[in-house]
Nanobody, 135 residues
C-alpha cells in the first residue's frame, strides 16, 4: 500500500523560502511518476511540479508556469523522498500542498504535450502540509 507523508510547511514572509518533503513508503520514487499539487481555500487543486523516473539517471522535471524559476523539485533515492524547494515565495503561493503519486505501471501523464497537471490522474495522495506566505 502506497503511503505519502508530507512535511516542511509553515509560515514565511514574502520572498522567503521553504522546502517541502514527501516521504514515500510502499513505493519507489525513482521508478515512478509523482507530483506536487496545491489547493487554496475556495479554489481548485492545481498542479505545481512533477518528477518522473530517474532510475537510470536524471529524472524529468515539470513545472507550472506560475512557479518556474522559483520552485525546484528533486528526489533522494536513498531516502525515497521527493522534495519541493520553494524560493521567492509570494502571498499567492499560500495553500495546502499535497504530494501525489501515480500507481506503478501507469503511463505518466506528465509526459503529455502540452503539459497539464490533472489531480484525477493520480491515485495516491498525502495528507497535505500548509504553506502560508505573508506579504
Amino acid at each position: 500500500q502506497v503511503q505519502l507523508v508530507e512535511s516542511g510547511g509553515g509560515s514565511v514572509q514574502g520572498g522567503g523560502s521553504l522546502r517541502l518533503s514527501c516521504v514515500a513508503s510502499g513505493y519507489t520514487v525513482n521508478q515512478n511518476c509523482m507530483a506536487w499539487f496545491r489547493q487554496a481555500p475556495g479554489k481548485e487543486r492545481e498542479g505545481v511540479s512533477g518528477i518522473y523516473g530517474g532510475i537510470y539517471g536524471g529524472a524529468r522535471t515539470y513545472y507550472a508556469d506560475s512557479v518556474k524559476g522559483r520552485f525546484t523539485i528533486s528526489q533522494d533515492n536513498a531516502k525515497n523522498t521527493v522534495y519541493l524547494q520553494m524560493t521567492s515565495l509570494k502571498s499567492e503561493d499560500t495553500a495546502m500542498y499535497f504530494c501525489a503519486a501515480l500507481d506503478p505501471g501507469r503511463y505518466c501523464p506528465l509526459l503529455r504535450s502540452p503539459l497539464r497537471f490533472d489531480p484525477d490522474d493520480f491515485q495516491n495522495w498525502g495528507q497535505g502540509t500548509q504553506v502560508t506566505v505573508s506579504s
